[in-house]
C-alpha cells in the first residue's frame, strides 16, 4: 500500500506539472505575486492576513524557474507549490484516512478504505484543479492535513506522543501558508489536549502547546517586522476585514433561503462537477455518517471536530459562490461516501469509488489541458487590447479602460509583463510598462465616468475597453460608436474549478468617441440607478447631464423615464437644457413618460462635447421633492434607425446571480422605431414563457393595425421581425407588441405587486 500510495503522488505531480497555468487569474493569485515581487501587507501584497510562509515558498520557486527560462515564472512559480502540495496530501491524506480507522476497529479492510477515500478525494473535480492554480488553498490544506494525520495519530496511540507536539507545531506554521487552517486544526488539537489518554502526559500537552507557539512565532515575527510594525499590522488587517464584510454575499449578512441553498450547493454540490454528481456524492456521504454514529461514533466524533469548525465558518461567512473555500470540505465528504459504499461491501466499494474516480477525471482533464494553455480570459483580453492599441496609435490617441475588477490585473502587467505571448492573443508579449497607451483606471462602479473626462478632454481619442460582461454600465455610451464585443470566456464551466474567480469572464470592445455619452444621474439599467441612487443624484436633485458630440446636421433626442411617486402626486415638470437653452419641457404625471425632440440643422454647433441638462421639478413650482429616474435616453443624425419604450414597458431590472438584466412587458407594449424611409428589422429577445405559464403564448407584432409578425415562444427566443416602412411611417413609428397570456404577481404569490406580466424581454433592437 505504501508503493501503491507513493506511485499515486507521483502520478498525481507528472498529471499537473505540464499544465501549470502562463497566467495569474483570481485577484488573490495576483496580490500573491505582486508579494513576490513586493512585500507588503499594506498593500495587499499579498492582502492581509499576509501568508508569509506562502510567499517565502512563492520567492523561492519563481526564482528558480526564472534562472532556468521557464515561461511565465510569476503564475507557475506559485502554482508549482499547489502541484507539489496536492502531491503531498496523497500521502498525508492516506495517513489521516488510517488514523481515523484506527480510532475504530469495526471496518472490513481499514487500508483499503483509507486508499479509495483518498483517491476519489485527490481526483474530484475541485481538488484536482486547485492544485493547478497559484493560490495557497491546496498548500495550506497539505499542512493542515499533515497535522491533522499527526495528531489523531496520538490520539489513537498509534504513535509516540511526540507526534502530538510535531502535529501542533505544523499547525500553527500552517497558518502562516493560509489562515483559515486554524479552523481544520486548532480544535483537534485542544480535544487532544483535553482528552485522558494512556502514556499521555502533561509534560506532553505542554511541550505541544509550546510547539504550537513556535509554529506561529515562526512566521508572526517576520510579517510584523516586514510589516512595520504590529500597529501597522494591525491597521491592514483592520482595512481586510471591513472589505471581507461589504459588498460580498455571505449567509452570515444575507439571511435569506436563497443565499442558504445557494451556499449549499456550492459548497457540497459543484465540488464534484455538477450538482447532480455532488448529489450522488453527498448522499452517500450521507448514508456513511449514519453507518459511523451506529456502528463507530467515536471516528464521526473526530470527523466532526476536524471538519465541523471550517464548515460552520465557511457556510457563514464566506463568499461561497467562489467554490475553492469549500476545498477542505471535499476530505471528509470523499471519506463518508467510501464508507457507506465499503458498508455494501468490497465489490461495491470498488466499483463505486472507481465510478466516482472516472467521471471525475472526464470531468477535469478538458480544463486542465484548456487552463495550462489559455490562462485567464481577463489577462487574455487585457493583452489583445495593448496589442491593439499599440498597433493602432497611428490612427489617434489610444487608451485603454476597463472595468475595476481587471485593475489589479494591470498593476501586475505594469510590475512584471508576460514572458511571452498568450495563447489566442497576439504574436509578442506587450510591456505594460513601456506602453505609449495611457491606461484609465477608475474606482469600482464609476468606471464610466472617466471615459467621459477622456472624451471630453480630447474628443478624437479611441479606446479599447475591457469590460466585465456581467456589468452594465456602458448603456451610458451611444453604441453605435462602439465595435464588439470580442469575447474571452473560461473554456469550461466555471463552478467546480475556478466559480468566484474575480477578474473572470471579459468583453474587449473598440470605442470611437460616442456620439453622445451620460454623465451622473440616469437610470438606463438596474446597475446606473443603484449608482444615482447610493449618490443621492437624479433630475429632481439636480440636472442630470448628458454630453453631445457637436454636429451640423438636423438630430433627432429621445428621453423617456418613469415619475416615481404616489399616484395621485403633483405632475413633475421635466425640462431640457441644451449648453444653456430651453428646448423642451414636458409635464409627467406619476408614472411612465416618453418624448422625442427634433433638433434643427445648426443646433449642436461647436467643437466638441455640448451640455444637455435634464431637471425635474414639481410642476406648481413648489419645492416638494417628487423623484424622476431617467430610463431613456438617444439622440441620432437624420436616416439612424431609434428606438424607445412607450406604454406597456416597466422599469429595468437586474438580477447578479445570473448577471441576467430585463424588462417586463405588459399584456400590451408599445415601442416608438423612428421612420427612416426603408425597411427596418426589430429584434426581441426574452426568457421562454413556459416558465410562468402552461402553454405558450401568442405574441403578435402590429404596425398601423397591420399584423407584422406572430410567433408563440415555448423557450427562450430571438425573435427579428421585419417593420415595413410605409407602415412604420404611416403609425407614426408605433409599434404594438400584443400577448394573449399575463399573469398578476400579488395573485401567485401574496405580493403587492399588481404589476401585469405578459413576457420578460432580455433584449429589444432595430437595425
Known amino acids: 500500500m505504501r508503493k501503491a500510495i507513493a506511485a499515486l503522488a507521483l502520478l498525481f505531480l507528472a498529471a499537473h506539472l505540464p499544465f501549470l497555468p502562463p497566467t495569474l487569474e483570481d485577484i488573490d493569485s495576483i496580490n500573491f505575486a505582486l508579494g513576490v515581487t513586493d512585500f507588503d501587507v499594506a498593500k495587499h501584497q499579498p492582502h492581509p492576513p499576509g501568508y508569509p510562509a506562502f510567499i517565502a515558498l512563492g520567492k523561492a520557486s519563481t526564482s528558480i524557474l526564472r534562472l532556468a527560462g521557464v515561461p511565465s515564472p510569476a503564475p507557475r512559480g506559485l502554482a508549482i507549490w499547489s502541484a507539489i502540495s496536492g502531491a503531498a496530501l496523497v500521502c498525508f491524506l492516506y495517513a489521516f484516512f488510517?488514523?481515523?480507522?484506527?480510532?475504530?476497529?469495526?471496518?472490513r479492510s481499514p487500508p483499503m478504505l483509507a486508499w479509495w477515500a483518498t483517491l476519489v478525494a485527490v481526483t474530484s473535480p475541485l481538488f484536482w484543479f486547485t492544485a493547478l492554480r497559484p493560490l495557497s488553498d491546496t498548500t495550506g490544506l497539505a499542512a493542515a492535513t499533515a497535522a491533522q494525520a499527526l495528531i489523531v495519530s496520538a490520539m489513537t496511540g498509534a504513535t509516540r506522543p511526540r507526534a502530538l507536539a510535531l502535529g501542533a507545531c505544523l499547525a500553527g506554521f500552517a497558518i502562516g501558508l493560509r489562515s483559515q487552517t486554524f479552523l481544520l486544526t486548532l480544535p483537534l488539537l485542544a480535544l487532544a489536549l483535553v482528552l485522558p489518554r494512556p502514556g499521555l502526559r502533561a509534560r506532553d500537552r505542554i511541550v505541544a502547546l509550546a510547539a504550537a507557539a513556535v509554529g506561529v512565532l515562526a512566521w508572526g515575527?517576520?510579517?510584523?517586522?516586514?510589516?512595520?510594525?504590529?500597529?501597522?499590522y494591525a491597521a491592514a488587517l483592520g482595512s481586510q476585514a471591513g472589505e471581507d464584510f461589504s459588498g460580498v454575499v455571505m449567509l452570515w449578512s444575507m439571511r435569506t433561503a436563497r443565499v442558504a441553498l445557494d451556499a449549499l450547493m456550492y459548497s457540497f454540490l459543484w465540488p464534484w462537477g455538477h450538482p447532480a454528481a455532488g448529489s450522488v456524492v453527498t448522499g452517500l456521504a450521507g448514508v456513511g455518517a449514519v453507518r459511523l454514529?451506529?456502528?463507530?461514533?467515536?471516528?464521526?466524533?473526530?470527523l466532526l471536530v476536524a471538519f465541523g469548525p471550517y464548515a460552520v465558518f465557511h457556510l457563514l461567512f464566506h463568499e461561497t459562490?467562489?467554490?475553492?473555500?469549500?476545498?477542505?470540505?471535499?476530505?471528509?465528504?470523499?471519506y463518508l461516501a467510501v464508507c457507506a459504499l465499503e458498508w455494501a461491501g468490497g465489490v461495491w466499494a470498488t466499483a463505486g469509488a472507481t465510478t466516482l474516480v472516472a467521471w471525475s477525471l472526464v470531468i477535469s482533464m478538458p480544463a486542465t489541458m484548456w487552463y495550462g494553455r489559455h490562462g485567464s480570459p481577463a489577462f487574455m483580453a487585457l493583452q489583445a487590447a495593448g496589442e491593439a492599441g499599440v498597433r493602432d496609435s497611428a490612427a489617434g490617441t489610444r487608451a485603454i479602460g476597463m472595468h475595476a475588477v481587471a485593475r489589479r490585473a494591470v498593476d501586475w502587467l505594469e510590475v512584471t509583463p508576460p514572458s511571452g505571448p498568450i495563447t489566442g492573443t497576439a504574436a509578442v508579449a506587450l510591456d505594460f510598462r513601456r506602453s505609449p497607451l495611457p491606461v484609465l483606471k477608475a474606482r469600482h462602479g464609476r468606471e464610466w465616468l472617466t471615459l467621459v473626462e477622456q472624451w471630453r478632454s480630447d474628443?478624437?481619442?479611441?479606446?479599447?475597453?475591457?469590460?466585465?460582461?456581467?456589468r452594465t454600465d456602458l448603456a451610458l455610451f451611444d453604441p453605435r460608436a462602439r465595435r464588439g464585443p470580442i469575447a474571452y470566456r473560461w473554456g469550461f464551466v466555471e463552478p467546480p474549478f475556478v466559480g468566484g474567480?474575480?477578474?473572470g469572464d471579459s468583453d474587449l470592445y473598440e470605442m470611437g468617441p460616442p456620439g453622445w455619452m451620460l454623465d451622473r444621474g440616469w437610470a438606463l439599467t438596474a446597475e446606473v440607478a443603484g449608482v444615482t441612487a447610493r449618490d443621492g443624484l437624479g433630475p429632481h436633485r439636480t440636472p442630470s447631464v448628458a454630453w453631445i458630440r457637436a454636429r451640423p446636421d438636423a438630430a433627432t433626442l429621445l428621453v423617456g423615464g418613469r415619475h416615481l411617486g404616489a399616484p395621485n402626486d403633483l405632475p413633475s415638470r421635466i425640462s431640457l437644457r441644451l449648453n444653456g437653452a430651453t428646448i423642451d419641457a414636458i409635464d409627467a404625471k406619476p408614472g411612465f413618460f416618453f418624448r422625442v425632440v427634433s433638433l434643427p440643422a445648426g443646433s449642436l454647433d461647436g467643437s466638441g462635447y455640448i451640455p444637455l441638462q435634464v431637471g425635474a421639478e414639481p410642476a406648481d413650482g413648489s419645492n416638494r421633492m417628487l423623484p424622476v429616474g431617467l430610463e431613456q435616453f438617444d439622440l441620432q443624425s437624420h436616416g439612424t434607425p431609434m428606438l424607445g419604450a412607450e406604454e406597456g414597458w416597466y422599469e429595468p431590472e437586474y438580477d447578479p446571480r445570473t448577471a441576467r438584466a430585463w424588462r417586463w412587458v405588459a399584456e400590451k407594449a408599445?415601442?416608438?422605431?423612428r421612420p427612416v424611409g426603408r425597411d427596418v428589422t426589430l429584434t426581441l429577445s426574452g426568457e421562454s414563457p413556459l416558465r410562468y405559464y402552461?402553454?405558450?403564448?401568442?405574441?403578435?407584432?402590429?404596425v398601423a393595425g397591420r399584423e407584422v409578425a406572430r410567433f408563440r415562444p415555448s423557450t427562450d427566443f430571438t425573435q427579428d421581425v421585419v417593420l415595413p416602412a410605409d407602415a412604420l411611417a404611416g403609425a407614426g413609428g408605433r409599434v404594438v407588441i400584443a400577448s394573449d397570456r399575463f399573469f398578476v404577481p400579488a395573485d401567485r404569490d401574496g405580493s403587492l405587486d399588481k404589476r401585469h406580466l405578459a413576457l420578460r424581454i432580455y433584449s429589444y433592437a432595430v437595425r
Do not use: E, K, M, Q
Open 694 to 702: 402552461d402553454a405558450a403564448p401568442n405574441v403578435t407584432v402590429s
Open 293 to 302: 454514529l451506529w456502528g463507530r461514533p467515536r471516528t464521526l466524533g473526530l
Open 221 to 232: 515575527i517576520p510579517l510584523v517586522v516586514a510589516s512595520g510594525g504590529l500597529t501597522a
Open 321 to 334: 459562490i467562489t467554490v475553492r473555500y469549500a476545498l477542505p470540505l471535499v476530505v471528509p465528504i470523499a
Open 459 to 470: 474628443p478624437r481619442a479611441r479606446a479599447w475597453f475591457v469590460a466585465d460582461p456581467r
Open 98 to 107: 488510517r488514523g481515523l480507522t484506527d480510532a475504530g476497529r469495526t471496518l
Open 670 to 673: 408599445t415601442l416608438w422605431v
Open 501 to 503: 474567480t474575480r477578474p
